[in-house]
């Protein structure tokens, strides 16, 4: 079963972007995407 992944904005902490993670990745995903919020390209991270 694909788990959820949820991406969070570095500088304000909206939770913009969520989509299934693939089988087998490890690492904590990191990227530039635009934050409706902060109306401008910045870097999301992977949430818990």
Known sequence: MAKKI???CEKCGS????FNEKEGS????ELKKF???CN???V???TR
Request: hydrophobic share 15%.
């Open 6 to 8: 949820v991406l969070c």
């Open 15 to 18: 939770r913009n972007y969520s």
């Open 26 to 29: 490890t690492k904590r995903l």
């Open 35 to 37: 934050c409706s919020h």
């Open 40 to 42: 401008e390209h910045t």
């Open 44 to 46: 999301h991270k992977q």
